[in-house]
């Protein structure tokens, strides 16, 4: 199991009040929801970019296995051949 990188976690959305004028903390429900909505909006924005930032390292992390697969491959392939083209009576076998 991988080490947590990131800790994501929704934010109070309505929890911090924002006075007007005359002291009252929103002037009516529409600007409420305008509120909540737009700090809603930015907690999914946030989230999208930790998503974003996961599927990154995950590409890199793809991508450099698989150069080291390919180098194996290549590898393996080379001593195939070397296998192939001994000639075991030829070759000297110790005892």
Do not use: Y
Request: some cysteine.
């Amino acid at each position: 199991m991988p080490f947590a990188k990131r800790i994501v976690e929704p934010q109070l959305l309505c929890r911090n009040q924002i006075p007007n004028d005359e002291g009252l903390p929103f002037e009516d429900l529409c600007a409420i929801s305008n509120v909540v909505l737009s700090r809603t909006l930015r907690q999914l924005s946030d989230l999208a970019r930790h998503a974003c930032s996961l599927f990154q390292e995950l590409e890199n992390d793809i991508t450099s296995t698989n150069q080291r697969v390919w180098v194996l491959q290549n590898k393996i392939g080379q001593i195939q051949q070397t296998a192939s083209a001994l000639d075991p009576k030829k070759e000297a076998v110790r005892k």
